[in-house]
């Protein structure tokens, strides 16, 4: 939703998966290796090092901090957390779908923030780090519109995340173990289709609408 955004395909999928290879899968794999020869804390701490250092690069790089990187360290952390809870056979059961509740709670806290995580991600992976993008893209709001689609879109995806960890949480309690786990990956991808494809899908219908906002040159 910018008049002058632009980067190619290949840069936001090597920026994606970088991003989550540095925030999610190495640390994941530190801490795997490392837990069987010290105690869980400390593999805890010596994997986080990792992307607690990249963000720290890239803040002295760009002096700004890259939102998406600590959210999905925030996700690595609370998933290491879940993972290693004890407890009874329900528990473990429910134990992602709590972390997804969480991180549906903090897409949706961050509407109250000047603002929402959807706007450092779309910052983060359709501008890369051209800083004039980065400025025009931040310009745009200015517009009344340019605000209520980005809310929009951050408020629809905290609203799939609580929803898919409230719908397997249930499930958990009404389904024995062997059906929880034939039907939850269905449920968690359900929801994520839903939030993904309302995305595609608004972001294209907004972007016309915002280009003609543009052209009458006047904030609304």
Known sequence: MNQTVSISRKEIIRGI????LINGAVPFIVYEVLSSHMSSIAALFIATVIPLI???????????LDVFAV??????LLGI???????????????????????????LGSLFFPRPLIFYFAIRFTL??????????????????????LRLITMVWGLCLIGESFVRTILVFKL??????????FVMYGFMGVAIVFTVVYRRHSQKRFKEIISNGRPV
């Open 17 to 20: 998966v970088m991003t989550l």
């Open 54 to 64: 990249d963000n720290l690069f890239s803040f002295m790089k760009r002096r700004r």
């Open 71 to 76: 959210f999905m360290l925030i996700s690595f």
């Open 81 to 107: 957390v879940a993972f290693t809870v004890d407890g009874s056979e329900k528990l473990l059961l429910i134990r992602e779908s709590l972390v997804t509740g969480i991180l549906g709670i903090i897409f």
């Open 128 to 149: 890369g780090n051209d800083p004039d993008k980065t400025s025009a893209f931040a310009n745009n709001w200015q517009y009344s519109y340019f605000r209520f689609v």
């Open 176 to 185: 024995s173990v062997s059906q929880f786990l034939a039907v939850s990956n």
